[in-house]
């Protein structure tokens, strides 16, 4: 159910950007405090979104300045462990870090959310690491949606790195590669998940693969058969990395850090690169739209007579005969 807030925009935002005459520390502290107050607001209202987001105090290069960084894969192949490796090495590098852990599945206090809280503890007394956990269930909107919005709330922060965890099954993969700037899958060896994967579309989609749990099976069959099948695109010249990890034995950490700067660098310079990440701002101004036209239509929506329902009740009209009379008026 959709909770309505009244909140002070303009406090949070002053909260966000640090304008509270505080001690430096307090200062961050007290920003990191208003972004997570602001990401539940924005979880449980979608429409607080765009009210905070173009507010004219937000600096907008910070907000689209940080590093995507998608990581999804089948549940158990280790994302969350691996996640909380990545973080330590890029906090080594000196960046500030922001960490979503999107679970469709559960509940916010779902069972998997407590399980990376465990995973994730080495970091969670650094105060250049912020982590958030976020369902689905109950928010208006969808994943995407909040997730979006509270990615680009944390860029108000400039942190370096946002990482996403999602798990790649149903509709959430595709949402992570349109949202992220370089989206990682996780596979263990030989688990057979490559097929079920390629069935998804994901195995076609990522920039970076990772063979996770190396230390448990023999993964150099799976990597052939990985490099056969990620068919390269004529007019992508980004060579996907198939890496190999074992995430409870430290190793290869180092390597997915440094493909995801190679990534980036190669986003930078080829033009390819480049018309990717226009499709994704463009695809974001497109949820940016459906965000507020959901606003309009609500009320609209509200609007529509009794006689007009009760004809769609007997069958005399279609739902989307309704829809589009009034999506056309509101297009006029
Ligand atoms: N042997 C071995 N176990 C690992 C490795 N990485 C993770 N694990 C274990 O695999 C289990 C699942 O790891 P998670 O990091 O929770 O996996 P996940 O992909 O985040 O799982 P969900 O969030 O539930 O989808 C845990 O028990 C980890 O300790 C690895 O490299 N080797
Ligand atoms: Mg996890």
């Known amino acids: 159910m959709k909770i309505k807030q009244s909140i002070d925009i303009n406090s949070v935002v002053n909260s966000l950007i640090g304008k509270t005459c505080l001690e ?10 208003a972004l997570s107050k602001a990401i539940t607001f924005v979880e449980n209202d979608p429409l607080l979104a765009p009210k905070l987001l173009s507010h004219p105090n937000l600096s907008t290069s910070a907000i689209m300045q940080a590093r995507i960084i ?13 996640t909380n490796l990545l973080v330590k090495e890029l906090r080594q590098l000196g960046k500030k870090v922001a960490i979503f852990a ?3 599945s559960s509940s916010l206090t779902g069972g998997a959310i407590l399980g990376d809280r465990v995973r994730m503890q080495d970091h969670f007394r650094d105060p250049n690491v912020f982590i958030r ?15 979006r919005s509270a990615i680009r709330l944390a860029s108000v922060l400039n942190f370096d790195y946002i990482l996403v965890e999602t798990v790649g099954i149903g509709q959430s993969e595709s949402e992570i590669t349109s949202l992220a700037d370089s989206t990682v899958l996780v596979l263990m060896p030989n688990s057979g998940d490559e097929i079920q994967l390629m069935k998804s579309g994901i195995l076609q989609l990522a920039n970076i693969y990772i063979i996770n749990k190396c230390d448990l099976a023999d993964a150099s069959r799976m990597i052939q058969e990985l490099k056969e099948n990620i068919t390269p695109n004529a007019e992508n010249l980004w060579h996907p990395p198939v890496l190999k990890t074992s995430a409870a034995n430290h190793e ?6 440094k493909s995801f700067l190679q990534h980036e660098e190669f986003e930078k310079n080829s033009s390819i690169g480049k018309k990717l990440r226009y499709l994704r701002l463009r695809n974001e101004i497109l949820q940016n739209i459906l965000i507020l036209a959901d606003e309009v239509f609500q009320e609209k929506v509200k609007q529509i007579s009794i006689e007009e329902i009760e004809l769609l009740s007997l069958g005399k009209t279609t739902a989307m005969s309704i829809a589009n009379a009034i999506f056309q ?3 006029k």
Do not use: C, H, Y
């Not at 430096?24 to 405090?33: E, F, G, K, L």
């Open 24 to 33: 430096n520390v307090d200062q961050w502290n007290s920003q990191i405090r």
């Open 70 to 82: 998608g990581i999804t894969g089948l549940p158990g192949a280790g994302k969350s462990t691996l």
């Open 102 to 104: 999107v679970d469709p």
């Open 133 to 147: 956990s976020m369902g689905s269930r109950g928010a208006l909107g969808g994943v995407a949606r909040a997730t």
């Open 252 to 257: 290869g950490i180092q390597d997915v850090v």
């Open 329 to 331: 008026k509101e297009l």
